[in-house]
Each structure stands twice: as structure tokens, then as C-alpha cells.
């Protein structure tokens, strides 16, 4: 989506022993669970010794597994059950409370994982797609060749290919998930729509707050971008959106007459001088999905859009200060090496 944007490759993790389709969580935890409570005594005594401080990325796990002598089903998953805002680390408080928690808790957990492990796969391809090809239009139709594809639909390998492309590094059994979740008619394969229907959300909300930060920085709001320009009238659109309803998507505010035009919304977003970072066929796909709309309307949702990433992104914040607190409070406890 964003011009010019810089590729990453997403690094390789082990292999795992057993298929993420038949993995069970509970079955690692208890083993792990069975350790601490041989070596210290109990989990609330292991709780006293162990450093909260220390955090284990998932090759540093599979060492001390290893050192532990306490033999996994799937380390990757194993991990990835215990890291639940996928940090990419595991801290020894995220680690003892998974140990201790009930089996149906555990199992809840894990249900709770693989949705919101699909639904970040989904976040992940939609900012993707969108720097790298504008749109999944683009992606099927400029870049059938390395797709091996000269159909409109995709299989699950042709997919798995997309994925790669995408830099996005995909068990077998995890791409599995993902493509049945996207295949609604379940005939084997994916199609242009089904893709979009799928990514749509996750892309519509991208490229929002993409512009909204853009807004913020060149005009020191978004609300007092569009009155700059006579857009909207002043005090129209409140500077504090209300709190959207519950749930993971916001409703789009529709209008009851008609609404901008194509023509119009991307001259507007030139005049801003968002089009020189967002590509036109991203502005395009925003305004295809939120069809119809008010500027009142789009510009309201570009505050909620934005307010509800910078919540998300104080609450990842506040989580860590937390930590800091605690491993403070606890800055005096010894830490023998489990």
C-alpha cells in the first residue's frame, strides 16, 4: 500500500514433531507443569524462585527445554499457546500461569488461539497485499506467472505460494486452517471474491489508520485536514468519536442519499497529499467497500479506526509496564536456574 515499502522475510522456526491439527496443549503443559512442581516443590514455590524478569524467545525455549530434559509434542505450538499476544517471547509469569491453569482452561485457550492465529494471518496478507501489489486484484491478475495460475481461483499449493510471496511463513496444517476458513464453498480452491471477502475488513481497517497517521502528521488532525480544505464544515464531525459498538467490526456509516464519488474521494485524498504515500488502487479499494458514504461519514470512521489502534497500542504498552512493576516488586527475589 505505502510506495516504495521495504520487503522483510519472516524467519524459519523448527519443524514440529507433531501436526498443529492434532496438537494438544494440555498434554506439553502438564509435562512442563510436572517438572516445576518435582524441582521446587510446587508451581507457587517455583513462582517464589524463579525470576518473572527473564523472557524466552522461541529458540531459547526449545534450549531450555532441552536442558530441562522435559521432551515436547510441538514446541512451536506449544510456545505459541503460551505467547497469547504473540510478542514473539514468552515471559516466566505467561509461563507459570498457563502451567497452573485449569485443563478446561487450557483448552479454551487454545480454541481462542487458532481463531485469533488465523484472524492475525489474515491482518498479516491484507498490509501485505496492500504494499506490495495495491490490491488482490492486482495480485491475481499481475502476478499469475509465479502463481502458476491462469484461473481466477487459487489451490491450497497456489496459495501457499501467495503466502511466500506475501514473506509470510506458513506450517502445513496452520495454511490448512486458513485456507478452509477462506474457502466458503468449500470446492478446493479460493476465489478472487472469497479472498477479498475475507481480507476486506483487515485491509479496509489497514489503509484507515495508515491515512488517519498520515493525516495526523502532515495536518495535525484529521479533522482539521478535511475543515482546511472546506470539506466539511467546522465543529460537523466531533474531534472524539464515540466508542464503536462491541464486537471486531465496526459498523460502516452509510448514508441514506448518495455519497462521494469515486472521482471526488481520491481528489480529495491528492489534496491532502495522502496519495503521495497510499497507492490510488488502495484509496480505490476504500472506497468501494465503504460505499455509499458522506466525507462526515469517512471521516468519522478514520478517527474511530485510529483511536481503536492507539488503544490497542497503549494496552500492549501498559501490559509491559505491568511487567516492569512486577519484576520491581519482586527485584530482591533470588533466581536459581531452573
Not at 113 to 119: D, L, T
Not at 247 to 264: F, N, Y
Not at 297 to 306: I, P, W, Y
Amino acid at each position: 500500500m505505502r510506495r516504495g515499502s521495504q520487503d522483510t522475510l519472516s524467519p524459519r522456526l523448527p519443524e514440529p514433531s507433531v501436526d498443529s491439527a492434532d496438537y494438544q496443549p494440555e498434554v506439553d503443559v502438564e509435562r512442563l507443569a510436572q517438572h516445576f512442581a518435582q524441582r521446587y516443590g510446587s508451581l507457587a514455590e517455583a513462582r517464589k524462585a524463579l525470576d518473572p524478569e527473564v523472557e524466552l524467545k522461541l529458540v531459547e525455549f526449545e534450549l531450555a527445554l532441552k536442558k530441562w530434559g522435559v521432551k515436547v509434542d510441538n514446541v512451536v505450538h506449544f510456545f505459541a499457546h503460551i505467547d497469547e499476544d504473540y510478542s514473539g517471547s514468552i515471559s516466566v509469569e505467561e509461563l507459570l500461569n498457563v502451567l497452573d491453569s485449569p485443563l478446561d482452561e487450557i483448552k479454551r485457550r487454545e480454541k481462542l488461539r487458532q481463531r485469533n492465529e488465523v484472524k492475525r494471518i489474515f491482518e498479516e496478507m491484507a498490509r501485505s497485499i496492500c504494499e506490495k501489489f495495491g490490491s488482490i486484484e492486482e495480485a491475481f491478475q499481475k502476478h499469475g506467472s509465479w502463481l502458476h495460475s491462469t484461473s481466477s481461483s487459487l489451490s491450497l499449493a497456489q496459495f501457499g505460494r501467495l503466502a511466500k510471496q506475501l514473506d509470510i511463513e506458513l506450517e502445513a496444517a496452520v495454511m490448512q486452517r486458513v485456507f478452509n476458513e477462506i474457502d466458503e464453498d468449500k470446492e478446493g480452491s479460493i476465489s478472487v471474491e472469497e479472498l477479498q471477502k475475507a481480507l476486506s475488513y483487515p485491509i479496509v481497517r489497514y489503509v484507515v489508520v495508515e491515512i488517519a497517521g498520515l493525516l495526523e502528521q502532515k495536518h495535525g488532525g484529521v479533522v482539521e485536514a478535511f475543515e482546511s480544505i472546506g470539506e466539511i464544515r467546522p465543529g460537523s464531525v466531533s474531534k472524539v468519536p464515540p466508542p464503536p459498538p462491541s464486537g471486531d467490526r465496526p459498523p460502516v456509516r452509510l448514508a441514506v442519499h448518495e455519497g462521494v464519488s469515486q472521482e471526488h474521494f481520491l481528489k480529495v485524498l491528492r489534496q491532502l497529499k495522502v496519495l503521495d504515500t497510499i497507492t490510488d488502487s488502495a484509496a480505490t479499494m476504500i472506497w468501494t467497500s465503504l460505499q455509499p458514504f458522506t466525507m462526515q461519514d469517512f471521516v468519522q470512521r478514520l478517527l474511530e479506526e485510529h483511536r481503536q489502534a492507539e488503544e490497542e497500542k497503549q494496552r500492549h504498552e501498559e501490559d509491559r509496564e505491568r511487567l516492569r512493576a512486577l519484576v520491581i516488586a519482586r527485584s530482591t527475589t533470588h533466581c536459581p536456574q531452573a
